[in-house]
């Protein structure tokens, strides 16, 4: 049960991470990319996945730093 609260938690926080950086991305996207169908292929093909590892990574290296501490 706890094991599944951690996982649980662990989840939550990375969800919460992705929709930051995506929230940043986006920002981003609209301000400098210019608006076309090869952009949009490149946000959902290499942007989004990348976003979604870095918030990955970013909330394992969390949980193991409060782990730590």
Known sequence: MKRLLERLIYLVFTMF??????????????????????????????????????SFILSSLAFQYTKDS
């Open 17 to 54: 991470i992705f929709l930051v950086l995506w929230k940043g991305t986006a920002y981003l996207w609209e301000a400098y990319v210019p608006w076309n169908f090869k952009t949009d292929m490149a946000m959902l093909f290499i942007v989004t996945p990348t976003l979604l590892g870095l």
